[in-house]
């Protein structure tokens, strides 16, 4: 070989290291290689609203049956709710029998789910839906059914021939952070290995934190999404504290957000019973912020249309789901006012103002525009439409004006501003 082949040849070499090194540390490129949630997944989650509700002699309707589910996959469908992007119907704990079969395989309640897990998955499927479920990397899920230890493959391979779409795996009843861990990671290789297209929902680091600083980078490679925070409940008091866990780690786990893997500050339970109408646009706006997966937890048989038009909100929902995929981040805080904005395609932004404040009336906020979006979302100017509480256009605004805002107690408004320049080369288009 001349010298000039052996140069061009290490130059090449060079270059693709460099390259390899510049992907490295790009969010994306990381991800877990399924292919899958490439914007955060849409769907419903018995958990919060159903809980283990096992007694179907006393509440037949809302304990965690067949039949609940299959009444859930026709709303999901009648109500625009798959329309809107809610695809992925999802099952939580308490679905199992309490012993494997003799061939040691996870099987359903028998009394609650009579056609068995594949029949429902079919008729999930044929209503254009996805199906999820749960198991548990440890000896036993939380409340207490079959654990996936030392089953992992044996339980991927079973959720696969069901058609399984999604699997939320759970961290209870691991006995180290190294067993945890681990049981992470297998149950992402056995998944893969089954060659089915299933969305892997993690809860590693939530249970990883007591002990140890999560390393995100590598939950990425394994995980779709992955919980950090404790359980959502249906209150404002829980509300808060997801953003305020999330606002106050925002160095750790911002970052880690991008196509095929997300943050997850645990399920909407905006249309139950704990949170007033201002809660409610608070947490789907800050969700949407967050880029967070959007699995709602309520009764879809009995919802107020105030709850349906925010969770249906096309506005909203196309800020969570923005392809750029970046997820937004705290900005301020002040005087129990908290700014957040998050970076959108073409050069937009989401902003939201929260007023914290849970006393008085509604209160009055500026901004100075030039202070969003790291100084450029509104450089020389930019459209700001206020898309909740209500839609409306706010109008141009230059770089140097300032904004007023006024936000009920527990509020959000929420705003898109859009960059007068792209706007401009739009139009001459
Ligand atoms: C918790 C989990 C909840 C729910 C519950 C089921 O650990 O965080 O979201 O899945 O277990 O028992």
């Not at 052996?6 to 990381?30: E, H, I, M, S, Y």
């Not at 304990?63 to 009444?71: N, V, Y």
């Not at 107690?409 to 706007?423: D, F, M, N, Q």
């Given at each position: ?48 609203r ?9 509440e037949?309707?809302s ?9 859930m996959?026709?709303?999901?469908v ?17 679905w ?9 395989r996870?099987q ?9 897990i ?9 209503k ?7 198991a548990?990397a ?20 079973t959720?696969a ?14 006995d ?42 590598e ?12 359980d ?8 808060r ?19 095929g893997?997300w943050n ?23 969700w ?31 800020i969570?789901?923005d ?12 005087d129990?006012?908290e ?8 050069l ?9 404040q ?6 009055s906020?500026t901004?100075?525009?030039?202070s969003?979006?790291?100084?450029l ?10 898309l909740?509480?209500?839609k409306?256009k ?5 770089w ?5 805002t ?24």
């Open positions: 070989m001349n010298l000039m082949s052996r140069v061009t040849r290490l130059g090449c070499a060079l270059a693709f290291c460099c390259l390899a090194l510049v992907l490295w540390g790009v969010p994306g490129t990381r991800a877990l290689n399924n292919g899958l949630a490439m914007t955060p997944t849409m769907g419903w989650l018995h958990w919060e159903f809980m283990c509700n096992v007694n179907c002699q006393e037949p309707d304990c965690i049956s067949e039949k609940l589910f299959l009444q996959a026709e709303l999901m009648s109500d625009g709710w798959k329309d809107a992007g809610y695809q992925y119907l999802c099952i939580d704990d308490c199992m029998a309490p012993q494997r079969d003799s061939k040691g996870l359903a309640d028998s009394n609650r789910f009579p056609n068995g594949r029949h429902l998955a079919d008729f999930v499927h044929s254009g839906l996805k199906l999820g479920i749960y548990d440890g000896n036993k899920t939380c409340a207490g059914y079959p654990g996936s230890y030392g089953y992992y493959d044996i339980d991927a391979k959720f021939d069901w058609g399984v779409d999604l699997l939320k795996f759970d961290g209870c009843y691991c180290s952070v190294k067993h945890l861990a681990d049981g992470y990671k297998q149950m992402s290789l056995a998944l893969n290995r089954t060659g089915r297209s299933i969305v892997y929902s993690c809860e590693w680091p939530l249970y990883a934190w007591p002990f140890v600083k999560p390393n995100y980078t939950i990425r490679q394994y995980c779709n999404h992955w919980r950090n925070s404790a959502i409940y249906d209150s404002w008091q829980s509300v504290s997801i953003l305020d866990w999330t606002s106050s780690n925002q160095e750790s786990v911002v970052p880690a957000a991008g196509p893997g997850d500050p645990d399920m909407l339970v905006i249309g139950n019973f704990g949170l007033s109408q201002d809660q409610q646009v608070t947490q789907m706006a800050l949407a912020i967050m880029a967070a997966p959007l699995f709602m937890s309520n009764d879809l048989r009995h919802i107020s249309p105030e709850a349906k038009g925010l969770l249906q909100n096309k506005d909203v929902i196309a969570n789901q392809p750029l995929g970046k997820q937004g981040y705290r900005l301020r805080k002040s129990n006012f700014v957040w904005e998050r970076p959108l395609s073409n937009a932004w989401a902003v939201a103002v929260v007023n914290l849970d006393i008085g009336g509604p209160r906020y901004i100075p525009i030039a969003l979006g790291k100084g979302a509104c450089n020389p100017a930019c459209l700001i439409t206020q909740l509480p209500v409306t706010l109008g141009f605004y230059e140097t004006k300032s904004l007023k006024q936000i009920n107690p527990t509020g959000t408004v929420l705003l898109r501003l859009e960059s007068a320049s792209k706007i401009a080369s739009k139009s001459s288009l």
